[in-house]
């Protein structure tokens, strides 16, 4: 019994031998490339991009705080910095992105100061978005479009 247990044992690991020298004979540079030549490079959102996913995160909750009839608060003011932080491409800071920014926020505004009418003040903020977003950096449209309240 101990000799089957011993033989099964070493065809096991010849087997598994054989498999690896395989492996590195049919792409021997595999193996190189992956530890030495291949870099990772981290993505680092712009001040903006980074400004705008905190703002849709707090939107989500105001969605459900207006779905909900929930007390609405206050605006957030770090919401301002839509005016100064620095853009993925700082070409697209030009005065179609500012008037379109300042009708955000007074749009944002709204919401807060007519909570009776917060469900329409808040697509009109959604709308707001997708308008600029149209002209610049038109990626997040669809997920924009998601905060919609029916």
Known sequence: MKYIFILFT???LISCQNKTENIETQNPDNAQSDSTSSS???YEMSE???LMEQMFVEN?????RIIENDTLGEMPNYFDGILTKKLTDSTDFDQFYVDHAKMFLENQKNIYNNPTQAK???NASVDACIKCHE???GGPIQRIK?????
């Open 146 to 150: 998601k905060l919609y309240i029916p």
């Open 10 to 12: 070493l065809a096991s």
């Open 120 to 122: 329409e003040k808040f």
């Open 48 to 50: 903006m991009a980074s």
């Open 40 to 42: 990772f490079v981290m």
């Open 135 to 137: 002209v610049k950096c």
């Open 60 to 64: 989500k909750r105001l969605r459900t």
